[in-house]
Structure formats: structure tokens, C-alpha cells
């Protein structure tokens, strides 16, 4: 069984600066997904980014990027010019190959302050 | 256009009624899910349908039962429900099984159970 884990339960950053949510995985599969959902106080789960770990290149999408360390099993998540809006709980998800479900970590609960 | 839509948003039930959460995504997707995200937000797969037929059944008690009239709806049934049933459930959808499908979540729903 896959696992998820997330270090970090709360972070805080200032607008406009930079900041880096943490993420591990232990899997004894090769080609699978990775995923970063963000649930804000609406409590919508919006996805961020997702990588597939076939790929070398990290995706990024506009302000939002991931260090994908495969031999690592690391996926961390970095937020560039962080907005008000960022305020939000991050979950990091795995997806097997094989299977359909996603294996979620605890979440990082991220403020950003004025 | 609202892809994955729940209703209820809110939830609030005694303790052995019997309830039901209704799921419908307009994206055309084959695959639909329900996980639940507990008081410390953790969340964790129910049930999987592809095409109307059950995938996944994670350990989840037989007081729930999810049914699928059609590929485009998921619905979840609870009977006699319990002081632990309280948390927020959320309806997912995405294309197929194929590996590594996104899945898009609906707004959630909150269940109290008093």
C-alpha cells in the first residue's frame, strides 16, 4: 500500500514571497501520479498540478511548481509571489498505475499574510 | 457550468435516521468516487464506480451504499447513521480507469450527525 506524508501541518508566508510545502511518498511502483490539491475555507478541492512520474521535467503551472525527486520519493511544492488567495489547506496525492484511488497525505494548512 | 456538483452543500440528521447524498458530473467522465474527510481532514477513498459498476469498496461499513442509475450520477446512501458518520464527503469524476486519470472533486458535504 502506497503512503503519503506531509512534514509540515501549518505554514505561514508574507505575500509576495516564496514558499515551499513538503511531501514524501512510499511506493514500490514505477509509473504512477502525483498530485497537489488545494482546499480553501470554501472547502473545494481544487486541483493545483500533477506529475507524472515518467516524466524528468517538473510541471509548473504559472506560480505554482513542483520538485519531483523520484529516487527520492519527494514532491514538494513551491508557491512564487504568493497571493492572499493562496490561503488554503495543500494536499499532496498519490495515483497508481493500476489503480483509481487517490492515497492523500494529512495536508499543510498555509497562511499568507498581508 | 458546474462539473461536479453534490447536494446537499449541509447536512444535519439525528442519530439512526437515514440519509442520502446526491452526485452528478456533466464532464462525461466514465468514472465517479466518494471519499470522506473525517474531523482532522483526512481524507480517505469510499467507493469507485466505473460505468455504473462498483470498483472500489474500501472496508467502508454496509450501512453505506452507493448507487449509480447512470454513469453521469453517484449516490450515496446512508442507513441508521452514527455520532462517527459526521465528516465531509466528497464526489470525484474522472475520464476512465485508464492510469493516472485527474480526478475533478465536487464542493463536498458536510454530514453532522447529532
Known amino acids: 500500500a502506497q503512503t503519503v506524508t506531509q512534514s509540515q501541518p501549518e505554514m505561514s508566508v508574507q505575500e509576495a514571497e516564496t514558499v515551499t510545502l513538503s511531501c514524501t511518498y512510499d511506493?514500490?511502483?514505477?509509473?504512477?501520479?502525483l498530485f497537489w490539491y488545494k482546499q480553501p475555507p470554501s472547502r473545494q478541492m481544487i486541483l493545483v498540478i500533477r506529475q507524472e512520474a515518467y516524466k524528468q521535467q517538473n510541471a509548473t503551472e504559472n506560480r505554482f511548481s513542483v520538485n519531483f525527486q523520484k529516487a527520492a520519493k519527494s514532491f514538494s511544492l513551491k508557491i512564487s509571489d504568493s497571493q492572499l488567495g493562496d490561503t488554503a489547506m495543500y494536499f499532496c496525492?498519490?495515483?497508481?498505475?493500476?489503480?483509481?484511488?487517490?492515497?492523500f497525505g494529512g495536508g499543510t494548512r498555509l497562511m499568507v499574510k498581508p | 457550468d458546474t462539473a461536479v456538483s453534490q447536494t446537499p452543500k449541509y447536512l444535519v440528521t439525528q442519530m439512526g435516521n437515514d440519509k442520502s447524498i446526491k452526485c452528478e458530473q456533466n464532464?462525461?467522465?466514465?468514472?465517479m468516487y466518494w471519499y470522506k474527510q473525517d474531523s482532522k481532514k483526512f481524507l480517505k477513498i469510499m467507493f469507485s464506480?466505473?460505468?455504473?459498476?462498483?470498483?472500489i469498496n474500501e472496508t467502508v461499513p454496509n450501512r453505506f451504499s452507493p448507487k449509480s442509475p447512470d454513469k453521469a450520477h453517484l449516490n450515496l446512501h446512508i442507513n441508521s447513521l452514527e455520532l462517527g458518520d459526521s465528516a465531509v464527503y466528497f464526489c470525484?469524476?474522472?475520464?476512465?480507469?485508464?492510469?493516472?486519470?485527474?480526478?475533478?472533486f465536487g464542493p463536498g458535504t458536510r454530514l453532522l450527525v447529532l
Open positions: 470525484a469524476s474522472s475520464q476512465d480507469l485508464a492510469g493516472g486519470e485527474t480526478q475533478y
Open positions: 496525492a498519490f495515483l497508481g498505475n493500476a489503480g483509481n484511488m487517490l492515497t
Open positions: 464532464l462525461g467522465h466514465d468514472t
Open positions: 511506493t514500490s511502483e514505477n509509473n504512477y501520479y
Open positions: 464506480y466505473n460505468n455504473k459498476e462498483l470498483i
